[in-house]
């Protein structure tokens, strides 16, 4: 009988015996409704893929990753035969062979990410082609 009414909505004791405590004030009804949609974490989703073209290019690279290793001596191979077709589409047969030597002697880490990640493969595509009209100025 000696407790202080609980705030069951804040599951402190109530401001009225609380003279120390500023009163609480509390949240709209439609604040404390559950939300219809499960909370969703910030990185979630960054790199699902989100066309066809990235999840068919995630379905050819995912199954490769684990043999992208320092000690596998064929990674380059594999990962060349794997990536052409894209580099092909990208900047045409002709630069083609050339981007994808220069893509395959990057770092593996390098390789890991774009082989985990359409856009970045797109992209290390766009660089490697600016970086030969460069040296061919």
Known sequence: MGQAPMNVAQGMPSAQHQNSMPPVQQMPAAMNAP?????????????????????EYLAKTMPILPAILSENPNYQQIVG??????????CGPELAPKITGMLIDLPITEIHAFMKDYYVMIERIRQARDLLEQQSR
């Open 35 to 55: 939300s219809m949609m499960p909370p969703v974490a910030s990185n979630v989703g960054a790199n699902m893929p989100k066309d066809a073209a990235s999840i």
């Open 81 to 90: 035969s794997c990536i052409f077709p894209n580099v092909q589409t990208v």
